[in-house]
């Protein structure tokens, strides 16, 4: 039966004319109202990037407010006033957090690839992904019409009291909108996440077995635990941020008797396993990158596996070392300290893993490679120097520094890193086109290059004091910020030709194989792109890591599986 | 279990074999799913995936809950007499049949029994608006006595409130002179105060007046009648209260002494302590989004009785009155805890 692998349909082989997902029914509602993963996933992609850009271009702002140190110093200051900075860099926090990277890899590429990679026709619940899509819109909505309502300056993390007080039109404000939108996005987080435990649990066809799985899966469901778990104590602490702000009910006001650093135990308690959230999905895509790309099997599987779960239930026990300076009892700093450097053991876990992986590989430098190995050079600092954040003593020097700020870019952004990796990877199977090899892998050194001249000084600013989100500062960080707010704009030109070579792409760009990199997980083994209802029957389970089984066709310009080259299956 | 065993059987009944296109399913056997059964499970699994994330939600409050009362159980000890334990309990009962009639509602669906099921899904409505509408009694009551949250508590209207409405005869205001005892008609048994705390009674009640004030707790409120007194110290009262007043050493009543009020029938010993609107803050909180909860159980309940009567449902199918029921008891659970917790302190 071809449908078991149409890879080795020749015919079948990049040609649109047949029935696949984007040309199964047309008009806006077909779209609009699809209950089909694969084209919420798209719509998720096309909202998170275009959002993406939003938020980088507030960074971009920001960088270039910051290239003198003061109004006195003349120049670009003079464009964005102070109050305007402080918006500024709010909506570039909340933007980036709370809508691209929390939902960037499990909502818009785990929503197109878990069920092909699992081998079932569509999430457990699609309605539900689909009414998660629509939360997601309404909750940017929201947060973006903050702007209107004379924006929001309290930094992403909301703080109390500021944020019950301030406002610049009253008791609204711009806070309420970003705080009920951030309330929206976070059940839009949940639905997510409890439709893809709901998938993998009981959607999973005869044979794959929870070893078989791809170690993405592995990542998007430990992901999903914690969107679950953590996300509702987000919801009811900005919930009682709103009642704080609308009605008074003075639990987070110190003039009322309440503790604003209880509002900081609960905003951690979701946030800092959000960051977990961010990453794993992450490091899911990486283990396959690495794989695929390498051609060898992944290297530890298990414990890459076990290491994410690890990872997400540690993650719930170390939100205190937000709070080292807050007042929190030094007894339970220390316990937090130390289990904040216990979790350095799964993450280095899965670095060293993937390093074994490249050992001895035939390492292919694809784009998505290319993403793949600067998130693990990123990563790596940014995990280390976490482990000094971690630190009680050291903490107190560095905290709200530049260092922070450049600590968690090399983390999140890290994310982001694979997560473009991730589009790359999985582009031919999305669009049915393969994208320009050369200006695509010219985009990643760019964008590496710039992140690391962005944030790396700042590890250097922020050990000699440089405070993060100041808008003026003392004329010796001129150079720092300088070379800083250029790394930036390098990322600009990264990130534009980036767009560029997509868009080539979807014009002119070649058919795609069903597999072109020679993967093996399931996803690759049906069309480029897949038909509507992905699978007409199961595929074979096989091991996702095996690339003994491939080989190149010439014909198909992609790989197939060896024995069912040009012919019905002879395995299986 | 005895739904699994229900469903099993029938997944292999209405799934015709061999039929890899997937036409001729059984009608709500949606594409993706291979059997009846598996779309259950996967529905049940989804349900209580989301009731975690409820039980997570009513978390943080039971967190704040245990913070509060940890760091200042004074404030709970004086101020949980003010809720009314008789509708709490009556509360209770209510919402514990409504979940009794919601679990034999899913039982009667099971079983294939329509009407049956169309009729327990009304009672269980029904269970939720009674729940509703005694929630709103008790809610006018706190708002009508000032014991609200934060900034809108208002500790002098729970002694004029009490006083007007049980037409009791003399009102703490008119001691604020500083004779004679004043009656606090609270729970319909009028009780003088002594006299010296009936004072600072009267001074505290008065609350902004006293505070911002000062010349007009003296001059106005020495009237001949106590009645005038207490209607001009319930239209002061109707001033929003700013935020100075209400700082700790004001709002602070310090009647030493045996002065007992009587609420309800229950007994208010000893001084208010300081920030008594926590408690309300909590207690507004928990039962407003336990509240939200029911009404969103109350619109679920709503849409199955709708379906149940236009026959959606059968010994095939049921399962979305499974995972309304579910969620109803979920919603039931959740008012368990907070009965005692907000009710029941000693």
């Known amino acids: 039966m071809s449908s078991l692998n149409p890879a080795a349909a020749g015919p079948l082989v990049g040609a649109p004319a047949t029935d696949n997902y984007l040309t199964h029914s047309r008009g806006f509602w077909s779209w609009a109202a699809t209950l089909d993963h694969k084209r919420i996933g798209v719509m998720y992609l096309v909202g998170i990037f275009t959002m993406f850009l939003v938020g980088g271009l507030f960074a971009v702002l920001l960088r270039s407010v910051l290239l003198t140190p003061d109004a006195a110093a003349g120049g670009v200051k003079t464009i964005v006033d102070a109050n305007m900075y402080n918006r500024f860099f709010t909506l570039h926090g909340a933007v980036m957090v709370f809508i691209v990277i929390i939902p960037g890899i499990p909502a818009a590429l785990g929503n197109f690839v878990l069920p092909l990679m699992l081998g079932a026709k569509d999430v457990a619940f699609p309605r539900l992904n689909l009414c998660s899509f629509y939360l997601w819109l309404i909750g940017t909505g929201m947060a973006l019409s903050s702007l209107y309502w004379g924006g929001v300056d309290t930094g992403w993390t909301f703080y109390t009291p500021y944020s019950t007080k301030v406002g610049s039109s009253g008791a609204f404000g711009g806070v309420v909108p970003v705080v009920a939108g951030a309330f929206v996005l976070g059940f839009s987080s949940i639905f997510t996440g409890l439709n893809f435990i709901v998938t993998i649990h009981k959607l999973r066809p005869p044979g794959m077995t929870w070893f078989r799985m791809p170690l993405f899966l592995w990542g998007t469901y430990a992901t999903a635990v914690i ?132 050992y001895k590989g035939s390492i292919d430098f694809k784009a998505p490679m290319c993403y793949a190995l600067s998130f693990m050079w990123i990563f790596g600092i940014g995990g280390l120097t976490g482990l000094f954040l971690g630190m009680m003593g050291l903490d107190q020097h560095l905290h709200d520094t530049y260092f922070v700020v450049a600590h968690f870019h090399y983390v999140m952004a890290g994310t982001i890193f694979v997560f473009f990796g991730a589009i790359h990877y999985w582009w031919p199977k999305m669009t049915g086109r393969m994208y320009d090899e050369g200006s695509a892998v010219l985009a990643s050194i760019l964008m590496f290059i710039g992140f690391n001249l962005t944030f790396f000084v700042q590890f250097m600013m922020g050990t000699r004091g440089m405070p993060r989100r100041y808008y003026e500062y003392r004329p ?97 | 279990m005895q739904m699994a065993d229900a469903a099993h059987p029938i997944s292999h009944a209405a799934v015709p074999h061999g039929d890899a296109h997937g036409h001729g399913h059984h009608p709500n056997l949606e594409h993706h799913f291979d059997s009846l059964t598996q779309q259950f499970d996967a529905g049940k699994l989804g349900m209580w995936l989301f009731l975690a994330t409820e039980v997570l939600l009513f978390g943080g409050l039971f967190c704040a809950y245990a913070i509060f009362r940890r760091n200042h159980p004074e404030v709970f000890m004086y101020a949980h007499q003010y809720l009314d334990t008789t509708w709490g309990a009556i509360n209770t009962v209510v919402l514990l049949v409504s979940s009794f009639t919601m679990a034999w509602a899913v039982t009667a669906s099971q079983r294939g029994q329509r009407n049956l099921t169309s009729l327990l899904l009304a009672l269980t409505f029904l269970g939720g608006v009674g729940f509703m509408v005694i929630k709103a009694i008790e809610y006018q009551h706190k708002f009508h006595d000032g014991l609200m949250w934060g900034t809108h508590y208002d500790p002098s209207k729970h002694g004029h409130g009490h006083g007007e409405g049980h037409g009791a005869a003399a009102h703490g205001a008119a001691a604020a002179a500083g004779h004679a005892a004043a009656g606090d008609g609270r729970g319909g048994a009028a009780e003088s105060h002594a006299a010296g705390a009936a004072a600072s009674a009267g001074a505290a009640g008065d609350h902004g007046a006293s505070a911002a004030h000062p010349e007009a707790t003296t001059s106005v409120h020495a009237p001949e009648t106590p009645g005038q007194g207490a209607s001009a110290a319930a239209a002061d009262a109707d001033v929003p209260p700013e935020r100075a007043p209400l700082e700790p050493s004001q709002v602070a009543l310090a009647p030493s002494g045996p002065a007992g009020l009587h609420v309800g029938g229950h007994d208010l010993h000893g001084p208010r302590p300081d920030n008594v609107h926590w408690f309300f803050g909590v207690y507004f909180t928990m039962t407003g989004l336990h509240g939200l909860h029911v009404l969103a159980g109350m619109a679920v309940i709503g849409w199955l009785f709708v379906r149940s009567v236009r026959g959606d449902f059968s010994a095939d199918y049921f399962t979305p009155v499974d995972l309304g029921g579910l969620y109803w008891h979920l919603v039931d659970l959740i008012w368990i805890f907070l009965f005692p917790l907000l009710y029941l302190i000693h």
Not at chain 1, 314 to 322: A, E
Not at chain 1, 529 to 549: G, I, L, Q, R, W
């Open chain 1, 227 to 358: 969107q679950v778990l953590a996300t509702p104590v987000l919801g009811i602490t900005l919930l009682l941020l709103l009642a704080e702000r609308l009605l008074g009910i003075g639990f987070f006001d110190s003039e009322l008797g309440g503790d604003p650093v209880l509002f900081q135990h609960f905003f951690w308690f979701y946030s800092h396993p959000a960051v977990y959230i961010m990453i794993l999905p992450a490091m899911g895509v990486m283990s396959e990158l690495i794989s695929v790309f390498s051609h060898k099997h992944i290297f530890g599987y298990k414990f890459i596996a076990f290491s994410s779960v690890a990872i997400a239930i540690l993650g719930f026990l170390v939100w205190g070392h937000h709070m080292f300076t807050s007042g929190q009892s030094e007894l339970l700093g220390v316990i937090f300290s130390a289990i904040t450097f216990s979790i350095a053991i799964p993450s280095a876990v899965k670095m060293f893993n993937w390093l074994t992986t490249l």
């Open chain 1, 476 to 572: 010796e960080f001129q150079m720092g910020h300088v070379i800083s707010s250029i790394g930036s704009y390098v990322m600009l030109a990264a990130v534009l030709l980036l767009i560029y070579t997509m868009i080539r792409s979807l014009r002119s760009g070649r058919p795609a194989p069903a597999n072109p990199w020679g993967a093996g997980s399931m996803e690759w083994q049906c069309a480029s792109p897949p038909p509507h209802d992905n699978f007409k029957t199961p595929p074979p389970v096989v091991d996702a890591y095996d690339y003994e089984s491939l080989e190149w066709d010439e014909r198909v310009g992609g790989y197939v599986h060896r024995g069912r080259r040009g012919g019905p299956a002879a395995a299986h």
